[in-house]
């Protein structure tokens, strides 16, 4: 039996929310016949705390669950953050050296110091090394401290080991082709790169958003936000969009805001003086989610002006839900398959007024949601159903280990 070694530094322990790609891609890989191990953190990233994950649930798991000792940190950017990082990849170098030889180690970046151990181990083993790029270190801290020069000096030593590892790879596989060509812009070995949005198993999401109950009013309308609550997420932008909007159209009218994260006691505070009902749910079980996204009408994508974000999480869930979608997001690709599927309408990150003339035009029109809806889904069919779209990076690995 051949052994695929995971590493995902953010991986989801059983009994956390989310839909992560790991634990589903581990999961087809086991229906395949392989042994398969995902190497993490006890430290959960979302919630900052030490993990506590109950014996039983890991001995459900068709895959081994390892977690590895983290010391954590308190915020997503801070110093302590990249010693705990620095103290992961030694835990993990120790574990790797003393394991039984993986026929393939598959890894997500970031981290980057987990993918600088990966790259030293399968180098010294002769063992294929797959990089997966969920999100471009340092270009995402750049967001948050943006000094022209300063910035390139500080961040320097990430970018040449981002760099160093991406070189590493046999294969360099993305959530976005912007994401795919920066890990091939150092890479050698790989010609083409494959291309595999995040993405969700439309079947789950139908399963679950028709098994949790969920009340809605006829006459209601509700515009649906799912995602963390940082910097990244211009949250406030869709606040001041809503309270430019006629008074008939707030009277039935909810922003139904799905997540937490480090701002939203700033955007709670923003949103109380709205004039349109705003409920912030907090960071709501999988099922849960898909539950009353499914009953919104409309989805926001407000990412901030010169965000990182490429193709992620949420694009996958609001096509699911059959969701046309309002987005300030810059990423030309992503704009370029709201235009390609005509199932949204894209606005300039930082123009309150285009969006609430978007928000506008929607919430007039119930027959432009409706075809908006049903091309967004239609998305989801052709390009971000799991099910189907990882077969390509399960065909890549048998290529690579049989």
């Known amino acids: 039996m ?10 989801q322990a059983p009994g956390e929310p989310g839909n992560n790609r790991f634990t589903y ?8 016949g392989y042994a398969v191990e995902i190497i993490t953190t006890d430290f959960a990233h979302k919630t900052k705390r030490t993990r506590a994950v109950e014996p039983e649930l890991l001995g459900q798991l068709p895959y081994k669950f390892t977690m590895l000792p983290e010391p954590g940190y308190p915020k997503n950017i801070c110093l302590r953050r990249f010693y705990s990082h620095y103290v992961f990849g030694k835990n993990l170098q120790k574990y790797l050296d003393g394991m039984e030889r993986p026929d393939l180690v598959y890894v997500a970046v970031p981290s980057l110091d987990v993918g600088r151990v990966a790259a030293a181990y399968c180098k010294k083993n002769a063992i294929p090394l797959f990089v997966d790029v969920q999100d471009v270190w340092p270009e995402a801290f750049k967001l948050v401290f943006n000094i022209p020069v300063v910035s390139d000096l500080i961040f320097a030593p990430m970018t040449i080991a981002a760099n160093r590892f991406y070189a590493a790879a046999d294969k360099i596989i993305a959530v976005s082709e912007i994401y795919k060509q920066r890990g091939l812009r150092n ?11 995040l993405g969700t198993d439309l079947h789950t999401f139908d399963e679950n958003a028709g098994r949790v109950s969920v009340v809605k009013q006829d006459d209601e309308l509700w515009i649906a ?3 963390t609550l940082g910097h990244s997420y211009n949250i406030e932008i869709v606040l001041d969009a809503l309270d430019r909007l006629p008074e ?14 480090p701002l939203m006691e700033r955007f709670r505070q923003r949103a109380s003086n709205s004039r349109v009902l705003v409920e912030f749910m907090g960071r709501l079980e999988y099922p849960e989610m898909t539950a009353y996204l499914s009953r919104a009408d409309i989805a926001v994508n ?4 010169g965000a990182a974000q490429s193709i992620i999480n949420k694009h996958a869930d609001y096509a699911a839900a059959g969701l046309p979608v309002v987005s300030t997001q810059e990423c030309p690709e992503y704009r370029a398959l709201l235009d390609e599927f005509n199932c949204g309408i894209n606005c300039p990150p930082e123009d309150i007024q285009a969006v609430a003339d978007a928000l506008e035009k929607l919430l007039r029109d119930s027959v432009l949601r409706k075809k908006m809806g049903e091309n967004s889904r239609r998305m989801a069919q052709e390009r971000f159903d799991r099910k189907h779209t990882y077969q390509q990076i399960v065909a890549e690995i048998e290529r690579f280990v049989r």
């Open 25 to 32: 891609l581990a999961q087809m890989l086991c229906d395949c």
């Open 248 to 261: 008939e159209l707030i009277t039935r009218l909810t922003f139904k805001v799905l997540g937490d994260g």
């Open 187 to 197: 890479n050698q070995k790989d010609v083409d790169g494959l291309c595999v949005y």
């Open 225 to 227: 936000y799912v995602g």
């Open 302 to 305: 407000p990412i901030a002006k």
């Open 2 to 11: 051949k052994r695929i070694a995971i590493i995902d530094h953010f991986s």
